[in-house]
């Protein structure tokens, strides 16, 4: 029996999103800070005669297993792309909630072009072309750490790993998942203009001057209004998770994840008043790559 090709996908936080506008395309133009996680995913890739998507681990439900699944996408692209047949069985092991604003998928996705690349080495140069058609996220995943993306997210620029932190992850109660579509939908009730101060270039200072702190994030993710109006217990989510752990949290991406990032070592008691409340919360820390 061969051994199956293994590839770990990370989930993401954004630290800042400023939309500066929208494009004739019907994408919005972009201007973010996405810092990659320790949580991740893991996928693997079997040659099969019987092809196709098997999801596993605690965060499975809601993953979809046929054709649309993300990650089987991307196979299908790159085996078109080598001239190959997509005859692989993939097992995606989720620990990332999904449709989170964790940009699971999308990670998956990415994975499994870094795979078949490593499998059929002409189509690593049309990787971030594959990425950027399967979603606006998956081009981070070929780059990773921290950086800034714009455009749709695909222009990307490699930053220095950030100061070491604790991140808390709070998905939403079970039951209150997110609706399909849900980036699309709180895009579509984004109603801001462009920003007169950008959230990006600050919280780049930030960045630089040391240790970073979710208080430092207020306001810098322009998409939370929308996500508040999209989601109706978005709100009241975060008024319970503030209530319990005494410090903000601030939305990542779409949504509807709440996030807190603060010290190295703090996590952890933060993550035992959380789940004291009846809270479900991951924590993680900021990705090390340097
Ligand atoms: O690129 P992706 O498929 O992940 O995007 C999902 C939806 O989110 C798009 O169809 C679009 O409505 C919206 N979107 C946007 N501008 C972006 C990224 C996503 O309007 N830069």
């Known amino acids: 029996m061969p051994e199956p090709l293994r590839a770990r996908a990370p989930a993401k936080v954004n630290l800042a999103l ?30 099969s005669a019987e092809p196709g998507v098997d999801v596993l681990g605690p965060w499975s439900a809601g993953t979809p297993t046929d054709g649309s699944n993300l990650a089987w996408r991307a196979l299908e692209l790159a085996a078109a792309a080598a001239g190959e047949a997509p ?37 690593g140069p049309l990787l971030p072309g594959l990425a950027l058609q399967l979603g606006s996220d998956v081009p981070f995943f070929l780059v990773g750490g921290l950086a800034r993306g714009q455009g749709r997210g695909e222009r990307l620029e490699r930053l220095e790993d950030p100061a070491p932190v604790d991140i808390l992850l709070f998905p939403p109660p079970p039951g209150e998942a997110a609706t399909s579509r849900k980036t699309a ?15 990006v270039p600050r919280v780049l200072r930030r960045l630089a001057s040391g240790e970073l702190c979710s208080a430092d994030l207020l306001g810098a993710n322009a998409l939370e209004p929308a996500a508040l109006r999209v989601f109706p217990n978005l709100g009241g989510h975060r008024a319970r998770v503030e209530a319990a752990i005494g410090q903000p949290v601030v939305l990542t991406g779409a949504g509807p994840v709440w996030f807190w990032v603060g010290p190295s070592g703090e996590g952890e008691k933060l993550a035992e008043r959380a789940q004291a409340a009846g809270l479900a919360v991951i924590l993680t820390r900021a990705a090390r790559r340097t």
Not at 89 to 110: C, E, F, I, M, Y
Not at 186 to 197: H, M, R, S, Y
């Open 18 to 47: 400023d939309v500066l506008g929208r494009r004739p395309d019907g994408y919005h133009e972009l201007d973010t800070i996405f810092l990659e996680l320790e949580l991740a995913d893991e996928v693997e890739m079997l040659p």
């Open 87 to 123: 005859a692989f069985r993939l097992t995606l092991h989720k620990q990332v909630p999904p449709a989170g604003g964790l940009a699971g998928g999308s990670s998956n996705a990415a994975a499994v072009l870094r795979l078949a690349a490593a499998l059929w080495p002409p189509v």
């Open 185 to 199: 939908a709180v895009f579509q009730a984004f109603t801001g203009l462009p920003p007169a101060a950008r959230a």
